[in-house]
Every structure is written in structure tokens, then in C-alpha cells.
């Protein structure tokens, strides 16, 4: 008997993928545009700080949305088996330490630019070591330490999204979403809000 398939039902956040488009291409030709990756940073904490829930990782983060959509819907996933190291707290929380770290010191360079003891360095750096080309929009009438800080976090966001599509590309969808850091961070919140409740739950 031939299964009859039921069409998922499409709501708002399924097109959330675009922002992430978005973002990327408006930071490329306007680095300042980057500030806006703070969105990413702040809507999850709330989420799990106030909410005790990680509503915005399952459902409304467009990183997440874009990784379902082309990896999914647009059969982009090789969908190998992922590696169980990938899953385990050791990783996640290292990565988590590591990726965090990477953002203290964006945050720490950009200190020094405001403070005037170091110079702007106008550049987009991959993998914390390989530069690009610099075509980003740096206005004049921007202060440096503002625009020091938009390198920087255009930097960490744009491998970030780097590490997720090859990980989306090689595993399944939202391979991902088993490592970000802000996910194992809000998991960390919500367990505390809900310390009685078993692991996983």
C-alpha cells in the first residue's frame, strides 16, 4: 500500500535561513553590519535565563534554519555518521571554553583600540589565522574601536558558519547544532533553573 505523505506545515521561522544570507552579505560590504551578530548572543540567553528552555535553538535560530533547509529540504547533507567525540560533554564544553574565549578577545582588542593603546586592524580573519582580502566597508565616520569590534566578531561568526555547513555538508542537517556553543550554554542554564530534572529531558 502506497504511504500517503502529509506536507510539513511552513510557519514564519522556517524562512529564518535568510537572515543568516543576510548578515553575511550585508557584513561583507558593510563591517559594521556585524553588530548585528549580538542577536545571536543575547535572544538564547534570554531564552534559557527567563523562559528555563531552549526554544530559540530548536525553533527560531536562523543558523539552525539554514542548516535544516539546505541540508535537509535541499538534500545538501551527506548524512554520515557522526563521531561519537562530537557528542560527548568533554568536546562540547571545550569547544564552548574555546569558542568564548575567541569572543574575550575580540572583546579584549577591541579595549585596547578604544583606549588608544593599539591601532584598528581592518581585517576578517578565518580559523583565527588566515586573513582576507579586505573588501568590508570601513566608514570614516565609524569610531575604531566600533569598527574593531565588527571585524572581530565577523571573524568568529563567519567560521563559525564555516564549521556548521561543513558539518552540515559531511553529517546530518544540523550536525551543528550538537556542538555550538551557545546551545551547550543555554543547556547549562536550563539545567540549573531545572536541577531536578534528569539529563537530556
Known amino acids: 500500500m502506497k504511504q500517503s505523505s502529509i506536507p510539513q506545515q511552513r510557519h514564519w521561522y522556517h524562512y529564518l535561513w535568510l537572515w543568516s544570507i543576510l548578515y553575511f552579505s550585508l557584513g561583507f560590504f558593510h ?18 535565563i527567563f523562559g528555563g528552555n531552549k526554544l530559540f535553538c530548536n525553533r527560531y535560530c536562523d543558523r539552525g534554519q539554514f542548516l535544516r533547509f539546505f541540508g535537509g529540504q535541499q538534500g545538501c547533507s551527506r548524512r554520515h555518521e557522526m563521531p561519537a567525540f562530537l557528542y560527548s560533554k568533554a568536546f562540547r564544553i571545550g569547544f564552548m571554553v574555546f569558542f568564548f574565549a575567541m569572543f574575550g578577545s575580540v572583546v579584549w582588542t577591541t579595549w585596547f583600540v578604544a583606549g588608544g593603546s593599539q591601532s584598528l586592524h ?7 589565522s588566515v586573513e582576507l582580502p579586505r573588501v568590508q566597508t570601513y566608514p570614516a565616520a565609524v569610531p575604531p574601536w566600533v569598527a574593531q569590534f565588527s571585524f572581530g566578531l565577523y571573524s568568529l561568526m563567519l567560521t563559525s ?12 542537517p544540523r550536525a ?13 542554564i536550563c539545567k540549573l533553573r531545572r536541577p531536578s530534572e534528569k539529563p537530556g529531558t
Do not use: D
Not at 122 to 128: D, I, K, S
Open 31 to 48: 563591517i559594521v553590519f556585524a553588530w548585528l551578530g549580538l542577536i545571536s548572543f543575547v535572544l538564547p540567553l534570554l531564552f534559557a
Open 176 to 188: 551543528w547544532c550538537a556542538f555550538c556553543p551557545m546551545g551547550t550554554l543555554t543547556q547549562g
Open 122 to 128: 581592518q581585517a576578517v580573519t578565518l580559523f583565527w
Open 161 to 172: 558558519e564555516i564549521i556548521a555547513i561543513g558539518a552540515m555538508l559531511w553529517f546530518r
